[in-house]
């Protein structure tokens, strides 16, 4: 088990940029994958995209490809998400999200960094 900690969400205008990170701390050494998540006011919680710890493949909803990059470093045990040309639709809280098995099953969640971006 890890406990994940985001930060640096805030507010920023359309077409402006923002990097989240999650930095991971206990057993890091069982993780497979790292995913972001996000929720909007009044709607379900959306696959960002994910980045399998060991080798650093990464995986994107159709939403953000192109824009957001996700990347981490093991040395830190911290994962980013670089957050391009945003859109006020990407207005959510963003949640970083533990995964321990190819299985898609994530079990253990942040506390969530919030990002607003004004039109």
């Known amino acids: 088990q890890v406990q994940l900690a985001e930060s640096g969400g805030g507010l920023v205008q359309a077409g402006g940029s923002l990097r989240l990170s999650c930095a991971a701390s206990?057993?890091?050494?069982?993780?497979?994958?790292m995913g972001w998540f996000r929720q909007a006011p009044g709607k379900g919680r959306e696959f960002v995209g994910s980045v399998r710890w060991s080798g650093g493949s990464t995986n994107y909803a159709d939403s953000v490809k192109g824009r957001f990059t996700i990347s981490r470093d093991n040395a830190k045990n911290t994962v980013y998400l670089q957050m391009n040309s945003l859109k006020p639709e990407d207005t959510a809280a963003y949640y970083c999200?533990?995964?321990?098995?190819?299985?898609?099953?994530?079990?253990?969640w942040g506390q969530g960094t919030q990002v607003t971006v004004s039109s």
């Open positions: 999200a533990a995964r321990y098995t190819a299985a898609n099953i994530y079990r253990d």
């Open positions: 206990g057993r890091t050494s069982s993780l497979y994958t």
